[in-house]
């Protein structure tokens, strides 16, 4: 299924008559269920947060860090990213906080982040200077900003760019580790979903 659908369809009643085995995309409450009972054998996660999960370990690795009792915050709570990825990182035995658009405090939530996962939707909201120094940076969001620079396209508007929820020049002079957008978490979403389309296939094959 490939959301949003237009107007008048239900999108809860068309997930949930997808067979959860064959849920790439593990929005299925079965496998989310799966997910936050920590059933990650059976799961099917989704391809965004796992996406993150292994550019966040590889991270880890290079720094010589052990994810284990980090402190982790996830700013964004959506089904789709926020709340798997948060359950991802308990998972590894982060201390998870997950922070939204009531959250008090934001840049001293993020200042004292470990690893802080950014999934919003608002370009460059998370400043460079709220990042923790040596903090591990993973930028979920795309967003579409003008950039009179690049001259106007064909119709005279002008042309854009794109640009993630934390602004990259700044932050990425303290973090550790910082994804670029674009080109960090985005292909690696899409390689996701021919994971769990493989895992599903294998899963059915040894069933
Ligand atoms: N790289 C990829 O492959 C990929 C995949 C999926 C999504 N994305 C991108 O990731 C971003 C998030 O996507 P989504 O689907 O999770 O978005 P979403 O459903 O719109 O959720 C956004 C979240 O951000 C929170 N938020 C909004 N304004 C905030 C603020 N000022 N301070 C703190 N939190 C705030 C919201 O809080 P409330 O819950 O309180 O409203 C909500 O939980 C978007 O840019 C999207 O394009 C990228």
């Known amino acids: 299924m490939q959301l949003p659908l237009p107007k008048g369809i239900d999108a809860t009643k068309v ?23 920590g059933d990650l054998d059976r ?5 965004t947060p796992a996406g993150s999960m292994i550019l966040l370990r590889r991270a880890a690795e290079k720094l010589g ?6 402190d982790a915050v996830v700013v ?8 798997p990825m948060a359950q991802l990182l308990l998972a590894e035995n982060c201390t998870v906080t997950v922070a939204h658009s009531r959250s008090r405090d934001l840049p001293g ?20 200077d709220w990042i923790k120094p040596g903090a591990i940076v993973i930028d979920v969001g795309i967003n ?4 009179p620079e690049k001259g106007l396209d064909a119709q005279g508007r002008a042309k ?23 080109g960090g978490v985005g292909p ?11 895992t599903a296939a294998e899963r059915a094959a040894r069933r």
């Open 76 to 83: 964004g709570r959506s089904n789709i990213v926020g709340k």
């Open 144 to 147: 579409r900003i003008p950039a």
């Open 160 to 182: 854009t760019r794109l640009v993630g929820d934390v602004a990259f020049a700044e932050a990425k002079t303290r973090a550790g580790a910082i994804t670029p957008v674009p």
């Open 109 to 128: 939530v993020v200042g004292r982040a470990d690893v802080v996962v950014a999934a919003v939707g608002r370009p460059e909201m998370i400043a460079g």
């Open 43 to 47: 799961a099917l996660v989704p391809c």
């Open 188 to 198: 690696m979403t899409i390689a996701m979903l021919m994971a769990n389309t493989l």
């Open 65 to 70: 860090v052990k994810l284990a009792g980090l």
């Open 15 to 37: 997930l949930e008559s997808i067979d959860p085995a064959k849920d790439v995309d593990g929005f299925h409450p079965v496998n989310a269920g799966r997910l936050a009972s």
